[in-house]
């Protein structure tokens, strides 16, 4: 978050500096050309003025408008720069990691961007659906969100035992991969928002015979709130383990973090 900001800054500077030493420079001197007296070969000292009028009082105007052009033409350079280094880094981890890497994560265990979920809504113990699961999917979806991203498993027990999504799978309508994505989806985007369920890609794995779900989240630009019921707490990674701040702990990371106070 902190160097996207100092990217951004930096990218607007630069745009500024750019346009008013190098662009307004040049503007003068095609003007000066274009209506300039003709014949003869231009000498340094015809070069030099045109160049220095266009810092002279007079062009004040037009230096705010080379201003406010340049610094937009650096921001918007800085967000297709974040957002083309974000799209790299989730399809880069995406399509390289393989079977052999997912197991040796699942191997290591949990920590503080790994955590393992046996399932999203079947509950082994109880044999039903327990809503209570997709809560604590959400829960450490949003804590990855709140700190620095991170790898959520589904299918995956606490020791890290293949448990598979296919219980899971056998309580909805399609009871299949594309089911099971959507059925995600659709809870993180009822949970934490539409604008949060862009954070997250989810990709099938085939371990031990059973279907175990991957899911890639990218941290976020705004402080992400998980609703439970009519309420909305919020939730951090720290460790590898998923922890919900109280009011004052929130507002104090928050600003810490964004440099806003929560909503």
Request: aromatic share 6%; net charge neutral.
């Amino acid at each position: 978050m902190k160097n996207e900001r100092r990217m951004i800054f930096a990218s607007v500077v630069s745009g500024i500096v750019l346009a008013v030493v190098g662009l307004h420079p040049l503007i003068e001197l095609f003007h000066w050309w274009r209506t300039g007296p003709e014949g003869g070969a231009p000498v340094l000292r015809d070069l030099l003025g045109p160049s220095i009028s266009a810092f002279s009082l007079e062009m004040a105007p037009m230096t705010a408008v080379i201003v406010v052009g340049g610094g937009l033409a650096g921001l918007l350079f800085a967000v297709l720069q974040i957002r083309l280094f974000r799209w790299r880094s989730v399809n880069h981890e995406t399509r390289t990691m393989d079977k052999e890497d997912l197991m040796e994560i699942i191997r290591i265990g949990e920590s503080e961007r790994i955590e393992f979920k046996s399932s999203l809504r079947w509950d082994e113990r109880l044999e039903r659906v327990n809503k209570k699961l997709e809560l604590a999917i959400a829960k450490s979806v949003a804590g990855f969100m709140n700190r620095d991203g991170g790898e959520l498993l589904i299918g995956v027990g606490d020791h890290g035992e293949i448990k598979g999504i296919e219980r899971d799978c056998q309580t909805l309508s399609r009871s299949d991969w594309d089911g099971f994505e959507r059925s995600l989806m659709n809870m993180v985007t009822d949970r934490l928002g539409a604008v949060a369920s862009t954070l997250i890609r989810n990709r099938k794995y085939g371990l031990d015979s059973k279907s175990v779900c991957r899911v890639s989240v990218q941290p976020a630009t705004e402080p992400v709130f998980c609703k439970d019921g009519n309420i909305e707490r919020y939730y951090v990674r720290t460790g590898n383990t998923t922890r919900e701040l109280d009011a004052h702990e929130a507002v104090d990371y928050i600003t810490r973090r964004h440099g806003a106070v929560a909503r």
